[in-house]
């Protein structure tokens, strides 16, 4: 059974003026199994956010349904939403997402607080993931004290530290430098190495170059996939963008 399972799934938002509809997805159908690293592309405005809105249960889908490890998301019920995502789904944004007014280690503990865990897991927990992240001498301090690279690193560790499922992951590179980019995707390599799987959203060809296969979302549907195989990150940079223009300009796709 795939870890994830996405059937059918359908998605259609009436404008507030008008009662116009627009159809965000359509029919999308794909499956991810546990260990994998799935990037998914497309141009703005093709439903890639829309999807992974609904992939961590923060939208629900007008049709089709969405599984993680064989449970229906569409049948958990909304109290119970926020737990079961503490629970199974780990979160990496853009924007980082941590508060100001509490330090790194108090912001990766917050998923752990909120779930009722005692102090001496979460420091147990939290160890050997600051040490991965290379963030332990960085933990008593502030975000506006760190890096945008550094925030990103606690973000990583926010999402790990719950034994998540599945990462969720949008556009995690973007707020980043080169630099710090860099050392984003070869920690995505690392954690993705020691089994965790990975969806991420992303407009970076770079970015999606080290993931193991690539989505391309186009008018809400998949449009095509690329398996990473045995390409170097150059080659599966190269035929991700040779499958960018195919999909902008409109072509049919040919292997």
Same mark, same amino acid.
């Given at each position: 059974m795939a870890l994830l399972d996405v059937k059918n799934v359908k998605k259609i938002y009436t404008t507030r003026f008008g009662g116009n509809q627009v159809e965000a997805l359509h029919n999308v159908s794909f499956s991810v199994e546990a260990g994998e690293y799935v990037a998914i592309m497309g141009e703005s405005g093709s439903g890639k956010t829309t999807l992974l809105n609904i992939l961590a249960a923060l939208d629900k889908p007008t049709g089709g349904k969405v599984y993680l490890k064989g449970n229906d998301l569409g049948k958990i019920r909304e109290k119970e939403m926020a737990a079961f995502r503490r629970q199974n789904l780990g979160f990496v944004f853009q924007d980082f997402n941590l508060l100001d007014t509490l330090t790194l280690k108090d912001n990766i503990f917050l998923p752990l607080v909120l779930s009722g865990k005692k102090y001496t897991e979460m420091e147990s927990r939290i160890a050997p993931i600051a040490e991965q992240l290379g963030i332990s001498k960085l933990l008593n301090k502030y975000p506006y004290e760190v890096s945008g690279g550094q925030k990103q690193r606690a973000a990583i560790a926010r999402a790990l530290i719950t034994q998540p499922q599945l990462i969720l992951a949008d556009e995690p590179s973007g707020a980043l430098d080169s630099r710090s980019t860099d050392e984003l995707l070869g920690l995505f390599n690392a954690i993705n190495d020691n089994g965790q799987t990975i969806v991420m959203v992303t407009h970076s060809v770079k970015a999606a170059s080290t993931a193991k296969r690539v989505l391309f979302i186009k008018d809400g549907e998949v449009?095509?996939? #690329?398996? +990473? &195989?045995? #390409?170097?990150?150059?080659?599966?940079?190269?035929?991700?963008?040779?499958? #960018?223009?195919? #999909?902008?300009? &409109? &072509?049919?796709? +040919?292997?």
């Open positions: 449009f095509h996939q #690329l398996y +990473r &195989g045995n #390409l170097t990150s150059d080659e599966m940079y190269q035929k991700i963008t040779d499958t #960018l223009t195919v #999909l902008t300009t &409109g &072509g049919e796709h +040919r292997e």
